[in-house]
T-cell receptor, first 113, second 114 residues
């Protein structure tokens, strides 16, 4: 089955700086890679995703890059703000139709004021 | 609107109780999912329903019994649970078809088994 590794487990950055979280996956059949933000006491919120036929996707301060050859993908957050503090999960999915997500272990992002 | 609702928000049950968790979405999604999330861990897939039929069961113990009565509703029936089953239970939904689609999560039900 799929295995997703995520690093770092904790990331502390100064407000206004950039944050980068990296994930690798094992199953070359995986074709969909979402990122979720989870705040304390809430469910995961989809913030951005990328499909295997695309190398990069950007949405305002958030961007995701995918390297299919190396089987890794990364989340980039620029101009970080206090409200960006949360746990971020990467995930991978290999099925068409309805298939479950395999998540990385999560990164606790702390924005220092 | 990408809202998935779950009830109850919190549930405390004894090991001999029977209870049910409920999930609802009105986005026209035909795939619905149950995930289990322990503290400081990622969500883990339990079940997938596609067009109201169970399509994936990740070897979940029979004390968890899912049900999809229609395309908008998903239930998880609980019976004879163990304290280690205490966790946040998350429901999600998505479109289904020939590609992979965005999964939207509900807020979860925090379950405590005593």
């Amino acid at each position: 089955g799929e295995n997703v590794e995520q690093h770092p487990s904790t990331l502390s950055v100064q407000e206004g700086d950039s944050a980068v979280i990296k994930c690798t996956y094992s199953d070359s059949a995986s074709n969909y890679f979402p990122w979720y933000k989870q705040e304390l006491g809430k469910g995961p919120q989809l913030i951005i995703d990328i499909r295997s036929n695309v190398g990069e996707k950007k949405d305002q301060r958030i961007a995701v890059t995918l390297n299919k050859t190396a089987k890794h993908f990364s989340l980039h957050i620029t101009e970080t703000q206090p409200e960006d503090s949360a746990v971020y999960f990467c995930a991978a999915c290999s099925g068409g139709g309805a298939d479950g997500l395999t998540f990385g272990k999560g990164t606790h992002l702390i924005i220092q004021p | 609107d990408t809202e998935v609702t779950q009830t109850p928000k919190h549930l405390v049950m004894g090991m001999t109780n029977k209870k049910s968790l409920k999930c609802e979405q009105h986005m026209g999604h035909r795939a619905m999912y149950w995930y289990k999330q322990k503290a400081k861990k990622p969500p883990e897939l339990m079940f997938v329903y596609s067009y109201e039929k169970l399509s994936i069961n990740e070897s979940v113990p029979s004390r968890f019994s899912p049900e999809c009565p229609n395309s908008s509703l998903l239930n998880l029936h609980l019976h004879a649970l163990q304290p280690e089953d205490s966790a946040l239970y998350l429901c999600a939904s998505s479109h289904t078809g020939t590609g992979s689609y965005e999964q939207y999560f509900g807020p979860g039900t925090r379950l405590t088994v005593t």
